[in-house]
């Protein structure tokens, strides 16, 4: 586990976020993103163009129950002036944890957030998969 959340207190959410998430082909990931997620919040950064980048951090509050939604919000310490809140489904920002690369969201998370494009549906696949 990244977060020092105990396996113990992921091991319920495998089995209800597994159908949103991939299956269980990707155990091990999904079990990381719901560690992250049951912390409340993630540090990481957001690479530009150049070389630059800027810190992040993001959290969240509302239910871990993959259909509802969290609140989140999220800020960039040396840009004050710069944050955002929304609301996305649980199992959403589960999946954007799991794909997420080292300390960057994936693109498909900037994409959604900054130019408005819907995340790729993730099909509901049999859990034993």
């Keep these: 586990m990244l977060t020092g959340i105990t396996s113990e207190a992921v091991a319920p959410l495998v089995p209800l976020f597994a159908p949103y998430c991939g299956g269980l082909r990707r155990v091990s990931t999904l079990e990381?993103?719901?560690a992250i997620l049951l912390a409340g919040g993630w540090t990481g950064e957001r690479r530009l163009q150049g070389g630059r980048s800027h810190m992040l951090r993001f959290s969240w509050?509302?239910?871990?129950?993959?259909?509802?939604?969290?609140?989140?919000?999220?800020?960039?310490?040396?840009?004050?002036?710069?944050?955002?809140?929304?609301?996305?489904?649980c199992h959403q920002l589960?999946?954007?944890l799991m794909d997420r690369e080292g300390e960057q969201l994936?693109?498909?998370?900037?994409?959604?957030?900054?130019?408005?494009q819907p995340p790729l549906a993730t099909e509901l696949v049999d859990s034993a998969a």
């Design 61 to 89: 509050s509302g239910e871990t129950a993959p259909q509802e939604n969290l609140h989140c919000e999220l800020i960039f310490p040396g840009l004050p002036a710069v944050k955002y809140n929304f609301e996305l489904p």
């Design 106 to 116: 994936p693109v498909s998370f900037w994409q959604w957030l900054l130019l408005g």
């Design 32 to 34: 990381d993103g719901l």
């Design 94 to 96: 589960v999946q954007w």
